[in-house]
């Protein structure tokens, strides 16, 4: 045995069913999992009976040698099992979640919950905060003035009922095995996995009780994904596991080469939804928003018109849901956003064509500048981020600000400049730029 394994987590050695190292060395040697195995090791992780190290150890084996479809439902229903699971039966309306597999500038559930529960289809949007280059939901929402992320069942059952969108932290109880894994994985390099990334995922939304998902999968330099065929098995990975699960799930493959708006930051990220839900903003963040919430709507069983949708952006219904929406979790709609202490500016050397600016090094330089943490526990600043002042394609005159770098501590900005460094480019003579689409694919 395996006395090895149960002592270092702290088991009675004989106590258990299975042996963690057995486990692992099954998985380690290409072997699949039994359904019992997978059951076990997500129990006895969660109940910290498995130890960091051993847990570890099999992540890396399944990064590296992966999981059968059985086996990738067994380890995702073992999560969904770690925790508790909630029901909206009980809400009288239909409800559809949106998930993001994270970018650069990525603001879209901001304006997409508000929009799609303004057609009378709920959306019990649980997020989570940035980590790395990418941003998080709830750290943007949180620059907004009294803006509370952490909610009740029953808070968050309530504010369905009377105003039909929520954001708001996932709570401990929900998949607290992914909480665990996820946290792990970060230290350990083992996040880019399809099985382990399409678990975590869905483990959290099948036990959050949406109806229907849409996935957004980024595809790009600033993604997870970085080439459209990889993001295309974890799209398929993820619409089966929902699919089986009973949830109707759609996935879009979308761009993230180039960072999404013109903004990445928080406040500043806040401010951009406000001008789409205002009937503004940039073109690719109205398109992405409206394509996310026809397919919402659709999976609901509420088809609307996209032309339908994109009035509702422009003729305030959107606008009144968030207004409501902000306002039941404590946050002023109309109190002044954070504003930075410094800013500094890139500018175009010369005429000519922005030929590329690219998602990652823009991400990096907005959180080197203070709008990301480097440890889970780190603040962040509210108004730290990146404005940007063209997007790949357009004509840029010499002398005009590219970018503009925002912080409140002007010593971060030598770094957020490295990391810049390379990160945009003009078009050479005769360079012909070409966009990619703001959406790639869709798979059902
Ligand atoms: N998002 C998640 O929730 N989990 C992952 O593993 C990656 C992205």
């Excluded at 045995?1 to 042996?19: K, Q, R, S, W, Y």
């Excluded at 954070?338 to 990096?364: C, F, I, W």
């Excluded at 003009?426 to 959406?439: F, I, T």
Aim: proline content about 5%; glycine content about 12%.
């Amino acid at each position: 045995m395996t006395d090895l394994a149960a002592t270092a987590a702290g088991a009675p050695a004989g106590a258990e069913p299975f042996d963690t190292v057995d486990v692992i060395r099954t998985k380690r040697d290409k072997q699949h999992l039994s359904p019992g195995q997978i059951d076990w090791v997500i129990d006895a992780y969660t109940r910290g009976l498995v130890a960091e190290e051993q847990m570890a150890a099999l992540n890396m084996a399944i990064f590296l040698n992966g999981m059968s479809r059985a086996e990738i439902e067994r380890w995702t229903t073992a999560m969904i099992n770690s925790g508790e699971r909630l029901d909206y039966s009980g809400l009288g309306m239909p409800t559809a979640d949106k998930h993001s597999t994270g970018g650069v500038g990525d603001k879209i559930t901001l304006p997409l919950a508000p929009l799609v529960a303004s057609f009378g289809v709920a959306v019990p949007q649980l997020s989570g905060r940035g980590l790395g280059h990418t941003g998080g939901t709830l750290d943007k929402l949180e620059a907004i003035p009294g803006w509370r992320a952490h909610l009740t069942n029953e808070e968050v059952f309530a504010q369905l009922q009377g105003v039909g969108a929520v954001i708001c932290a996932a709570g401990p109880g929900l998949a607290p095995a992914d909480k665990k894994l996820y946290a792990l994985r970060d230290v350990t390099s083992t996040v880019e996995s399809i099985p382990l990334i399409a678990s975590s995922i869905m483990s959290k939304k099948i036990a959050e009780g949406t109806g229907a998902l849409v996935l957004d999968v980024k595809v790009g330099s600033g993604a997870f994904m970085k080439d459209l065929a990889m993001a295309g098995e974890l799209a398929r990975t993820v619409v089966d596991l929902g699919t089986d699960a009973g949830v109707k799930t759609v996935a879009l493959l979308t761009d993230m080469d180039a960072p999404l708006g013109l903004t990445a930051g928080n406040a500043l990220e806040v401010r951009e939804s406000v001008e789409v839900l205002a009937g503004g903003g940039p073109k690719d963040v109205i398109e992405l928003t409206v394509a996310l919430a026809v397919e919402m709507l659709a999976a609901a069983g509420r088809p609307v018109d996209p032309d339908r949708v994109l009035a509702a952006l422009q003729d305030g219904q959107a606008m009144d849901t968030w207004r409501a929406m902000i306002s039941a979790q404590g946050g002023d709609p109309d109190a002044p956003l954070p504003v930075a202490k410094h800013r500094e500016q890139v500018l175009a050397p010369r005429d000519g064509v922005l030929a590329r600016l690219d998602a990652y090094g823009v991400g990096v330089a907005a959180w080197r500048l203070g709008a990301g943490r480097a440890r889970k526990e780190d603040p962040v600043q509210f108004a730290a981020g990146i404005e940007m002042h063209a997007k790949p394609g357009d004509q840029v005159v010499g002398g005009q600000p590219l970018l503009t770098l925002h912080t409140d501590t002007p010593e971060r900005f030598d770094r957020a400049y490295e990391a810049l460094e390379g990160a945009w480019a003009l078009a050479e003579d005769g360079q012909k730029v070409v966009r990619r689409p703001v959406v790639l694919d869709r798979l059902h």
